[in-house]
T-cell receptor, first 114, second 119 residues
Framework: EPEVTQTPSHQVTQMGQEVILRCVPI?????FYWYRQILGQKVEFLVS????????KSEIFDDQFSVERPDGSNFTLKIRSTKLEDSAMYFC????????????FGSGTRLTVV | AQTVTQSQPEMSVQEAETVTLSCTYD???????LFWYKQPPSRQMILVIR??????QNATENRFSVNFQKAAKSFSLKISDSQLGDAAMYFC????????????????FGQGTILTVHP
């Protein structure tokens, strides 16, 4: 079964450093998303991406965050200057279409900011 | 904005028994989709079951079924013949079906219910 692949599985970074979280969505999917889950809390929407541009973003997704699809296969989330409160599990997801389909989530990247 | 509420932070069930997880949601839209996701200790998000709001028939996937009450805005998950592998956090989620709407494509999650299965 096709998978969404995320790398790395765990990243530790120092506060103020830039991090790039990488995702390879399922190849025929058109919609891409990033979500985050702070430990023990609910999953929160960050951003959706369609047709090479952001289609929606949440209030969490401020100027410190950016996304891009640099080569038609990878989908990245960049955090420019990490804060302690950015420590969370980050999930990439993709969806084939906008109908009743659920997303396929990646296995997540655990980001720890120290 | 849509909200999703799971009022049971934790539930437990004996192996082979049946358990029902509750979910309510608030929306002014008439067309939407509802999902249940399972998150085991590995923290992978796994789709369990989905329901289209325009369908009156409740969705079923093997041992998993839903009770969808549109007027009451309720979407509960029933797990029959519970197995040890069902132990996980379960999330209810909402997705608008409105093209171009502000929440189009976005999943809104509830707070989650931790399910423990006792042998």
């Amino acid at each position: 079964e096709p998978e969404v692949t995320q790398t790395p599985s765990h990243q530790v970074t120092q506060m103020g450093q830039e991090v790039i979280l990488r995702c390879v969505p399922i190849s025929n999917h058109l919609y891409f998303y990033w979500y985050r889950q702070i430990l023990g809390q609910k999953v929160e929407f960050l951003v959706s991406f369609y047709n090479n541009e952001i289609s929606e973003k949440s209030e969490i997704f401020d100027d410190q965050f950016s996304v891009e699809r640099p080569d038609g296969s990878n989908f990245t989330l960049k955090i420019r200057s990490t804060k302690l409160e950015d420590s969370a599990m980050y999930f990439c997801a993709s969806s084939e279409a906008s109908g009743p389909y659920g997303y396929t989530f990646g296995s997540g990247t655990r980001l720890t900011v120290v | 904005a849509q909200t999703v509420t799971q009022s049971q932070p934790e539930m437990s069930v004996q192996e082979a028994e049946t358990v029902t997880l509750s979910c309510t949601y608030d929306t002014s839209e008439s067309d939407y989709y509802l999902f249940w996701y399972k998150q085991p200790p590995s923290r992978q998000m796994i789709l369990v079951i989905r329901q289209e709001a325009y369908k009156q028939q409740n969705a079923t996937e093997n041992r998993f079924s839903v009770n969808f009450q549109k007027a009451a805005k309720s979407f509960s998950l029933k797990i029959s013949d519970s197995q040890l592998g069902d132990a996980a956090m379960y999330f209810c989620a909402y997705r608008s079906a409105k093209a171009g709407g502000t929440s189009y494509g976005k999943l809104t999650f509830g707070q989650g219910t931790i399910l423990t299965v006792h042998p």
